[in-house]
Nanobody, 121 residues
Framework: QVQLVESGGGLVQAGGSLRLSCEAS????????MGWYRQAPGKQRDLVAA???????NYADSVKGRFTISRDNAKNTVYLQMNSLKPEDTAVYYC???????????????WGQGTQVTVSS
């Protein structure tokens, strides 16, 4: 079993910053890509940012220049630094990780439980 536990969500005014963290634990041999998705009420869940084990990143156009994804491989943790937040960033943010449980096994995709980010105008 693999668990992803997010933290760092909350309420912030427009223009403010938040930092999300997500730690993976459980039966982990290695982690490939990690990332963040978000889902606003009545909308689909969309990719916000992703990072490979080697540190390559990609971002949704809507957050480029404002959000930064990073990871600490030794801690199995991924971060999302969110600056210049806008009301339209309000959503539940979900952490993801592609995890291999043992050396010869496949990678499985896992979701965290989500953390609410609310940006007031």
């Amino acid at each position: 079993q693999v668990q992803l536990v997010e933290s760092g969500g909350g309420l912030v005014q427009a223009g403010g910053s938040l930092r999300l963290s997500c730690e993976a634990s459980g039966s982990i041999f290695s982690i490939n890509a990690m990332g963040w998705y978000r889902q606003a009420p009545g909308k689909q869940r969309d990719l916000v940012a992703a990072i490979t084990s080697g540190g390559s990143t990609n971002y949704a156009d809507s957050v480029k220049g404002r959000f930064t994804i990073s990871r600490d491989n030794a801690k199995n943790t991924v971060y999302l630094q969110m600056n210049s937040l806008k009301p339209e960033d309000t959503a539940v943010y979900y952490c993801t990780a592609s995890v291999r449980g043992h050396a010869s096994g496949p990678y499985y995709f896992h979701w965290g439980q989500g953390t609410q980010v609310t940006v007031s105008s």
